[in-house]
């Protein structure tokens, strides 16, 4: 089954600091899916890697994206969409994501570096240091031009931002047309 035959299956994808969590779990509660935070998948080595301010490799993703992949197949299964926030920087990431979902959204929440930088400085309790923020744009691989992709100024209010996806996906003919919209949404 793909995508356009089921509830919504999204990925919000950026840098650390770009609002994927929040937004995230905005569109799951206004969509009526579930919501997958990507962070919390990560082995508890990948974490204090991270928390000590080292980036990591792409061989410690691996593992990750693939039980990434397996909770967003179980939620298809289980016949519900879903929004995964999820930074899936480089593109090999986002292809293990399609290949285990066809027919997966992105949305790309776009963000300056100085931005990000100040979001996260600010954030308190999270695994991810402000000193990965510049390694994190080293590594993004633009998703311009890849299928089902929306790029969004992640500058805007979080309501605009939410309002544009919403749009995006009512455009998109395959996800939300057939859906009436939520009136208690907001």
């Known amino acids: ?5 089921r509830e919504p299956t999204l990925v919000v994808m950026g840098v650390s600091g770009c609002g994927k969590t929040q937004t995230s779990r905005a569109l ?8 997958i935070e990507a962070d919390d998948f990560h082995p508890t080595e990948n974490l204090a890697q991270m ?28 016949g519900c969409g879903f929004v995964l926030a999820c930074s899936a920087l ?12 066809p027919g997966l959204r ?3 929440l776009v963000v300056d570096p100085e931005t990000a ?8 309790g999270h695994f991810m240091p402000g000193s990965l923020v510049d390694s994190q744009f080293a590594t993004l691989e633009s ?8 790029s969004v100024d992640a500058r805007q209010p979080p309501e605009e931002v ?13 996800m939300l047309a057939a859906r009436p919209a939520r009136p208690d949404a907001r």
């Open 1 to 5: 089954m793909t995508a356009s035959a």
């Open 28 to 35: 799951a509660a206004e969509l009526g899916v579930r919501y």
């Open 90 to 101: 480089r593109r090999s990431y986002r292809q293990v994501l399609r290949d285990a979902v």
């Open 117 to 124: 930088r100040q979001r996260v400085g600010a954030r308190v």
């Open 143 to 150: 998703p311009a031009g890849e299928p089902g992709v929306l």
């Open 51 to 78: 928390r000590a301010g080292l980036p990591l490799a792409d061989a410690q993703r691996i593992g990750w994206l693939q039980a990434l992949g397996d909770e967003m197949r179980r939620a298809v299964d289980d």
């Open 162 to 174: 939410r309002q544009r996806i919403i749009d995006w996906l009512r455009g998109e003919g395959s």
């Open 106 to 108: 992105f949305v790309h």
